[in-house]
Every structure is written in structure tokens, then in C-alpha cells.
């Protein structure tokens, strides 16, 4: 029968995280807005178990770390950036709306550059690209049924484009 390999389980999780990451993205082009949102909370599911899969069957590694990190910026950085782009209309305030939509997942990548190199000590130091990711893809969801004006839609980017580079220190639930 051979040797079971069970790595491929955490990473089957990664790539299914980055699967929807980009399937929202693909969304984003038909004007699927709620789909697009839908996918971004499916990957946020995914997310959620790759890291416990891994530890749970002691086969972390540092690529599946790197892995993750990549995965988490297209799905929880780029995919709910571009959503609120779209679906706000932030294109109408010209080089601000890009702008927007170019802090939010910068400000991500930095936040996932500094945990991958920081020992983790229980606490993560500023938001969790997930977590500002799924707040964003949220509240496009509720946009997607009630109009939100766009200024708080840019109020909202900032702020958690601000909190995921800020030097807080929030506890690991």
C-alpha cells in the first residue's frame, strides 16, 4: 500500500484559501459582488484550519508558512481590496481609490513579512490580514444590500490598513 504521505492536508487547506482568493478576484470581472464576498469568507474557513492541520499532524514547515503567507495576501489583502473598489466605486476619486486599493494589501504584505520573521510569543503585533481581510469582505457583503457611502468605505481601509502595520499587541484566540 506504501507510506501514507498526509503533508498534502495543511497545504490542500493553503491552496483551497488561495483557490478562492482568486476565484473572488475572477468574480470581481462578471460584477459577481456577492460571490466574490462569499468566496472570501470560504477562504477565510480554509485559513482558519491549515495552520491547526499541520500542528495537529506535526508536519509544520517553514514553506507551508511562506505558503500560507502568499495564499493570505491574494485572498484576505488583494481579493477584498479590489471588492470594495468595485462594488464603492472608488474608481470615481481617480488616484485616491487606486491608491486605496494599493495601502490595503501592502499594508498586509508588511504585516505578513513581520510575523513570519517575529517568534510568535501568544499575540500577534497588528491586526491579522485575515481578520482585516474578512472585516472588509463583510461590509461589502452589507454594501452589496444597503448602499454605504464610499467615504466610510475609505475610512474603513484606512483604519484597517493602519491597525494590520500598528504595533498593538492582540492575544491569539
Not at 108 to 124: C, I, K
Amino acid at each position: 500500500m506504501g507510506v501514507f504521505k498526509k503533508s498534502w492536508l495543511p497545504n490542500f487547506f493553503t491552496f483551497s484559501n488561495l483557490a478562492c482568493g482568486v476565484v473572488a478576484v475572477m468574480l470581481l470581472f462578471k460584477a459577481e459582488y456577492r460571490w466574490a464576498a462569499f468566496f472570501i469568507l470560504v477562504a477565510a474557513l480554509a485559513d482558519r484550519y491549515d495552520g491547526k492541520v499541520a500542528r495537529y499532524l506535526k508536519i509544520d514547515s517553514a514553506i507551508g508558512k511562506e505558503l500560507d503567507s502568499l495564499a493570505d495576501l491574494i485572498s484576505f489583502g488583494l481579493a477584498p481590496a479590489a471588492l470594495a473598489f468595485q462594488l464603492h466605486d472608488l474608481l470615481q476619486w481617480g488616484m485616491g481609490g487606486y491608491a486605496l486599493v494599493i495601502l490595503f494589501p501592502l499594508c498586509g504584505a508588511y504585516r505578513l513579512a513581520r510575523f513570519n520573521v517575529t517568534p510568535f510569543d501568544g499575540a500577534f503585533y497588528g491586526l491579522p490580514i485575515t481578520f482585516a481581510g474578512l472585516s472588509l469582505a463583510l461590509y461589502c457583503l452589507l454594501g452589496s444590500y444597503y448602499p454605504l457611502p464610499p467615504p466610510l468605505t475609505a475610512l474603513l481601509m484606512l483604519t484597517l490598513s493602519y491597525l494590520m502595520v500598528s504595533r498593538h499587541r492582540i492575544q491569539k484566540m
